[in-house]
């Protein structure tokens, strides 16, 4: 598949058979991720990968939806602010989301090539994430949690609604 094909192939899973996600399929994902550049090459990120029926078990709750009741692998993205890079000079914005972006794209994709399900996540209960992962430091926040597994195939792929080139493109 080139890159092409995973990006036009690629959907926001909600529906997940209850089958693990092997070792070497997420360590292909996090060597994908760990090659994902970010402003002044800082990587201000941490990356939790969640497995465990007991994490799991937290994590769900700081996102409670029946559809992650099946996912066996949950990967969760940390912004840590004070390692970021901010545009001092004109007017301090972190570029922590920004990286942070990008780092989880590179996820996504790369559990497309595997063959994986995988759904981008923002809409949790930060508090509840943080003391789900022991995350104490004031300084790092967690950002997206991307649940991966197995797709259930007999749940139809939802059509990509896309706006045309022309409706998005600006050539000067």
């Not at 509840?128 to 991966?148: F, G, H, S, Y």
Request: proline residues 4%.
């Amino acid at each position: 598949m080139d890159l092409h094909e995973i990006i036009a192939k690629r959907f926001s899973v909600r529906n997940y058979i209850d089958k693990k996600v092997e070792k070497e399929k997420i360590d292909y994902i996090l060597d994908c991720a760990r090659l994902a550049p970010s402003a002044c090459n800082r990587q201000p990120w941490t990356i939790y990968v969640a497995s465990s029926p007991d994490v799991l078990a937290n994590l769900k709750l700081a996102y409670a939806r029946e559809w992650m009741d099946k996912v066996s692998t949950i990967i969760v993205v940390s912004a840590h602010h004070d390692q970021s890079w901010h545009r001092e000079r004109f007017d301090n914005k972190d570029h922590s989301d920004v990286d942070l972006a990008i780092l989880a794209d590179h996820i996504i994709l790369a559990a497309t090539q595997c063959g994986l399900g995988s759904c981008w996540v923002c809409a949790f209960e930060p508090d509840l994430c943080r003391k789900a992962l022991n995350i104490d430091d004031a300084q790092e926040e967690p950002v997206v949690m991307i649940p991966i597994g197995y797709a259930d195939s007999s749940v139809a792929v939802p059509e990509k609604k896309r706006k045309n080139i022309s409706d998005i493109v600006v050539l000067k």
